[in-house]
Structures are given as structure tokens and as C-alpha cells.
């Protein structure tokens, strides 16, 4: 087979990435190893993590067109009440994590209709469940890639002048041989504060595997699930408590501090106000990220509210699942440990009145695309290329850049916002949570040193373990998909390579010209991180 652009990775990224593409005149072919395109968003199940500008700036035109069509599909097929029906910001799940909450189909159906005119000229194709095992090399370029199905085996040789790897965990670049960093970098090698004195690489964030739950009247409760005892008897030593309770640290403070559960709170979804500057949410686990909730919706409409279940408790940091030989048995493991908090959450988790269990769970697969868990694990850690420019903590973080916000790169390709945010990780360390300033997206960042039409689409660009934790999250995401998908379009027009467009003041220039009016902002206006 053969195309224009070949996008390995059907999340986030890669959609943004194949529609920007092939939107440039470009025939793509996208390949997604799940069910489901939309990677986080979906098939990982974990509603958006956004700034608290996002209503107003700070995002591409075409992130925020998946943001509104979110709320179109609510208001055309959804029963909802009509003071929820006219909530110009409406969000279906009134959850604390983010202004817009949803159940992961819903985003699905969205994300499918905006590539179904392409897909229907047949300018794109969408490959489906396919993996990328092998890749052919040609010096400093990428010739194709070879894709398995996942359940049957078949084979598929894509040749392709660009190649973006939109894979969850950079998968393409062992494959092709393109130089990367996985986990900590040291302190000597990038002058970051938050950095180890020696380099890390198996030191990575945890991965998690979420489920979606809903509480009704009735005793739920299943088999005990495999290594229950042990789950329930393990205690992280900067946990404060057992991992299986309602302690936890404050990602900020690293005190021990309790988080509540109460399923169906009578509150009013109007009035929540989801801001992350305010606070993190997650103090109310059940609120934090709702993806339903009942008292948006007529009547009998839902017997629950629906909460989407991605705690703490679920983060599983045993081991690495990059690079490593077990890493299948560290992916069963994080499972297993999903599977016991909800065994515990029905059998053992202390309610408000004394008693312990809530019998009445119900986990939600069907809204999944699963009899349980999400279809796949959330990633929050990639390989990553090691590029022409590394954006470091110092770039960002408001303990160094101060009131003069975040570096300015010439070469902006976006904006992003988050604090730099990271979990727990495989080397035992506690949460990383720092403060950001607003920031840009440098092309440098999307450009290997070496090869020269291979480019990341997702996780994968040129950050360092502390400031993935920032562009991890799925705006980011998106716009560095979508100026890869560009950049590789911009590319076959004008017969340049990537690295000249940065280096050319002429065509950084017009490449950028080219993002602005396909409505990617490339500034940022006078505001400060949080």
C-alpha cells in the first residue's frame, strides 16, 4: 500500500494529524491497534484534561470543533432537560477534572464524523486493529512500515515519503532506529530542578487502567478478582495509607490527605464549576470525573449519575511497560489492580455511615466498548525523540520563568497549558506537580536530530520526562498532531525537508502563515499559569 502520509496511531494525535493531512489535499492512511480512534479520549476513557481558558482560547479551531460537536451530539440525541439543553457550556458529566465531561462514545461518534468525508472520497484510510511490528530504513530516511492485525495476523507493507508516529508510546522509533530518551533524564543533561542527579530511563509514569461505574439499588457484587489480598494489603511507603483506601497525597503538597466517595449526590450539574486553577477536583471521588450526570437529563432518563473511575488508586507503578521484557505482565498486573479497587469499592471501602461496601456498583463496559476495563491502558509516558530543540522545565515552570512567562519560541507550531503534572512512577518517586506558565509548541520539539521524514504525532516529540507532564494532556496532544499532519503536507508541496522549514525564515514563515489560517494559535495573550 501506498500513500502520501502514513500516520501510525489512531489517538488524539494521529486523528488531528490524518484530518490536517489530508484537509492539506494529501491522501492518509491512520492505523489504530483498538476499536476505537481517539485514543485517551476514548478507548482509554479519560475525559479531557484542559487549561481554564479553553472555553475562550488557547486551543487549535479544529480541537475546539471536536469540543462543540461533543455538545451538538448531547443536545441532537440525548434526553436532557431544557436548562441543560440551552447550557451554551455544557458539560454532560457536571465532573470537576474539566468543563467538558463525557461518555467516550459520544467523542467517538464525533471523531468519526469529522473524518468520514475524507474516508467516503477515499483520500483516507482508516486501518483497524493494526499494529506496527517492522519498518524498512533507507539511511536517514524511513521507507514503510509493516502493520499486523491483531487478530488475524494479516500483514500490511505501507510505503509513504512521511511517516508521523501517533502511537501511545512512540512504538515507531526502536523500529526505525530513531534515536530516543525514555523516563528520567539527569540534572547535568538537561539543568531541570526537578530532575534526578543520574539518568533514569526505566523510571517512567504510572499507567492506569480505567473503568467507568454507575450505583444502583441491589447486591452487584462478583468473584473475588486475582491477587485481591494483595492489592488490598499494599502500602506504597509515601502513601500515607494502603493503596486501596480513600487516602492518597495531595499531588501539590505530598501530604496524606482523605478524598471522599458519595455516589448520586443530589447536586445541581449547572452549578459546578470545573477549574482546575481553583483546584485539582479530586477530593470528591465521584464528582471529579462524572461523565454523567443524572440531573442533566429528563426524568428516569438515568438510574445513576455515571462516574469515570481514573484515581489514584488505580495507578500502577510496579514497572515500566516500555522497553522492558515483561512488560505484558506489568500491563495484567495494572489490570488486576483496577479490577481489585472495584472489588473493593463493593466490598470493603468505608462509607460515610459507618458501614463498608457499596454493593450497588455496577462497572460500565458497555459504554467502553468492553465487558469491564477500557479498551487500553492510559499512557501517560512515551519514548521520545531526541530532537533539534528539548523543551526543559526552565522553559516553563513559574518557579523559574517567574512573571516572565514561558519561553517564546520563534518556531511556535501551537499552545499548550497544564501544570506539569506527574503521577507516581516505576522508580518509587511520589508525584511531581509544578506550576506552569502557558506555553508554546516549538518546531524543534517535532524533528529528530537525524532522520529526516519521520515525525512524532503524540507524547512522542522532544520533552523531557518533567515537561511531558505538560504535553501530555489531550489539547496538546491534538495540536502537535495536527502541525505534524500539516508539517508533513507543507513538506510534499513545496519539496523541503522538515528541518529546512525551521531553519528557513522564508518557510517557517509561510508554514506557519499556513497554521494561523487553519485557525492554530501560535501566541498566547497576557495571562499567568497556575
Known amino acids: 500500500m501506498q500513500t502520501d502520509v502514513l500516520v501510525v496511531g489512531g489517538g488524539l494525535g494521529g486523528v488531528a494529524a490524518a484530518l490536517s493531512a489530508v484537509r492539506a489535499g494529501r491522501s492518509v492512511v491512520l492505523t489504530d491497534?483498538?476499536?476505537?480512534?481517539?485514543?485517551?479520549?476514548?478507548?482509554?476513557?479519560?475525559?479531557?484534561?484542559?487549561?481554564?481558558?479553553?472555553?475562550?482560547?488557547?486551543?487549535t479551531a479544529s480541537y475546539r470543533a471536536l469540543r462543540e460537536g461533543i455538545r451538538d451530539y448531547y443536545r441532537r440525541h440525548y434526553p436532557l432537560t431544557s436548562a441543560s439543553r440551552a447550557a451554551v457550556?455544557?458539560?454532560?458529566?457536571?465532573?470537576?477534572?474539566?468543563?467538558?465531561?463525557?461518555?467516550?462514545?459520544?467523542?467517538?461518534?464525533?471523531?468519526?464524523?469529522?473524518?468520514?468525508?475524507?474516508?467516503?472520497?477515499?483520500?483516507?484510510?482508516?486501518?483497524?486493529?493494526?499494529?506496527?511490528?517492522?519498518?524498512?530504513?533507507?539511511?536517514?530516511?524511513?521507507?514503510?512500515?509493516?502493520?499486523?492485525?491483531r487478530?488475524?495476523?494479516?500483514?500490511?507493507?505501507?510505503?509513504?515519503?512521511?511517516?508521523l508516529d501517533a502511537t501511545e508510546t512512540g512504538e515507531l522509533l526502536p523500529l526505525t532506529g530513531t534515536e530516543y530518551v525514555t523516563g528520567f533524564e539527569s540534572q547535568s543533561d538537561t539543568g531541570e530542578p526537578s530532575a534526578p542527579a543520574e539518568a533514569q530511563p526505566l523510571n517512567m509514569q504510572a499507567v492506569s487502567y480505567c473503568f467507568a461505574i454507575d450505583h444502583v439499588d441491589g447486591d452487584l457484587v462478583g468473584d473475588e478478582p486475582a491477587n485481591y489480598s494483595f492489592w488490598r494489603d499494599y502500602q506504597p511507603s509515601f502513601w500515607g495509607d494502603r493503596l486501596l483506601s480513600w487516602t492518597a497525597p495531595d499531588p501539590r503538597t505530598l501530604t496524606a490527605s482523605p478524598r471522599t466517595f458519595t455516589p448520586n449526590p443530589d447536586?445541581?450539574?449547572?452549578?459546578?464549576?470545573?477549574?482546575?486553577?481553583?483546584?485539582?477536583?479530586?477530593?470528591?471521588?465521584?464528582?471529579?470525573?462524572?461523565i454523567a450526570a443524572r440531573r442533566h437529563f429528563e426524568p428516569g432518563a438515568y438510574a445513576s449519575d455515571i462516574c469515570?473511575?481514573?484515581?489514584?488508586m488505580i495507578d500502577y507503578f510496579e514497572g515500566p511497560v516500555i522497553d522492558v521484557p515483561d512488560a505484558d505482565q506489568h500491563l495484567a498486573a495494572a489490570k488486576e489492580l483496577s479490577q481489585a479497587v472495584f472489588y473493593w469499592l463493593q466490598t470493603e471501602a468505608p462509607r460515610p455511615d459507618g458501614g463498608t461496601g457499596f454493593p450497588g456498583l455496577r462497572m460500565r463496559g458497555d459504554l467502553l466498548g468492553t465487558d469491564g476495563l477500557a479498551q487500553a491502558p492510559y499512557i501517560r509516558e512515551s519514548r521520545r525523540i531526541k530532537a533539534e530543540y528539548t523543551v526543559v522545565e526552565q522553559d516553563l515552570a513559574v518557579a523559574v520563568r517567574g512573571s516572565s512567562g514561558a519561553v517564546e519560541y520563534d518556531d511556535s507550531v501551537g499552545v499548550g497549558m497544564y501544570r506539569i503534572d506527574l503521577h507516581p512512577s516505576t522508580g518509587g518517586d511520589n508525584y511531581i506537580d509544578v506550576a506552569s506558565s502557558p506555553?508554546?509548541?516549538?518546531?524543534?520539539?517535532?524533528?529528530p536530530r537525524r532522520v529526516e521524514n519521520l515525525l512524532p504525532a503524540n507524547k512522542n516529540l522532544g520533552t523531557t520526562h518533567i515537561t511531558n507532564g505538560c504535553y501530555r494532556l489531550h489539547p496538546v496532544e491534538w495540536n502537535i498532531g495536527e502541525a505534524a499532519g500539516l508539517l508533513a503536507a507543507y513538506c510534499l508541496d513545496r519539496g523541503v525537508r522538515p528541518r529546512a522549514v525551521r531553519n528557513t525564515p522564508?518557510?517557517?514563515?509561510?508554514?506557519?502563515?499556513?497554521l494561523v489560517a487553519q485557525g492554530v494559535e501560535l501566541t498566547w495573550p497576557d495571562v499567568t499559569g497556575y
Not at 117 to 132: A, C, D, E, I, N
Open 439 to 447: 506555553f508554546r509548541i516549538p518546531l524543534g520539539a517535532l524533528i
Open 267 to 290: 447536586d445541581d450539574p449547572l452549578a459546578v464549576v470545573a477549574d482546575q486553577r481553583r483546584t485539582g477536583g479530586d477530593t470528591n471521588l465521584w464528582t471529579f470525573r462524572r
Open 308 to 312: 469515570l473511575v481514573n484515581w489514584p
Open 506 to 514: 522564508a518557510l517557517l514563515g509561510d508554514f506557519q502563515s499556513r
Open 89 to 149: 457550556q455544557l458539560n454532560p458529566g457536571a465532573g470537576y477534572v474539566s468543563k467538558l465531561c463525557h461518555e467516550p462514545r459520544v467523542a467517538l461518534a464525533v471523531l468519526e464524523g469529522m473524518l468520514a468525508p475524507y474516508r467516503s472520497s477515499g483520500r483516507l484510510r482508516v486501518l483497524q486493529p493494526f499494529r506496527p511490528v517492522a519498518a524498512d530504513t533507507d539511511g536517514d530516511r524511513v521507507s514503510a512500515v509493516t502493520v499486523r492485525h
Open 151 to 163: 487478530d488475524t495476523d494479516e500483514q500490511l507493507t505501507i510505503t509513504a515519503p512521511y511517516i
Open 33 to 59: 491497534e483498538f476499536d476505537w480512534l481517539g485514543g485517551q479520549l476514548t478507548s482509554q476513557a479519560v475525559p479531557p484534561d484542559e487549561h481554564t481558558w479553553v472555553e475562550q482560547f488557547g486551543v
